[in-house]
């Protein structure tokens, strides 16, 4: 009976790492977006995809992500986005989204999500704009 209950121990402190919760995987130099194939060349701005079997789908910005995520409303898993004044992963209900112009000669847009609603609303007077939650992201990746 005593080998049972070590047992069971230590099956448990094996299987408690597998159970825990979902963690974003890192950007590197050179990693591809997921939708558009590009390089996510300003990680300061990455987003990602866990899928439940913890692959990771990389985005180089959150509109791409959205724009995704609109294109495939049963792709399931938990979504990262990152923090620019940080380089932290959240989770993009925590953060507000900055629209900023990507490429002048093209007219490219993205976003920059920010944790902090004093650091959102610096970037936004820089940037000329106002931010924006991910609802508003969504629908206006779903619009376009």
């Not at 990507?102 to 931010?131: C, I, M, W």
């Amino acid at each position: 009976m005593r080998r049972l209950g070590m047992t069971g121990v230590v099956l448990a402190t094996l299987l408690t790492p597998a159970c825990g919760s979902v963690r974003p995987v890192a950007v590197h130099d050179g990693d591809q977006c997921f939708r558009c194939r590009r390089p996510i060349v300003e990680r300061a701005m990455a987003g990602e995809l866990m899928d439940g079997n913890r692959f990771a789908s990389k985005f180089r910005a959150p509109g791409c992500m959205a724009k995704y995520l609109a294109a495939h409303p049963d792709e399931t898993g938990t979504i990262f986005v990152t923090d620019y004044a940080t380089g932290k992963w959240i989770r993009p209900e925590q953060a507000l989204f900055v629209p900023v112009l990507l490429n002048r000669a093209t007219g490219e847009s993205d976003y920059r999500a920010f944790l902090s609603q004093a650091n959102a609303d610096v970037a936004a007077v820089e940037l000329h704009t106002a931010p924006i939650d991910w609802k508003t992201v969504m629908e206006k990746a779903k619009a376009s």
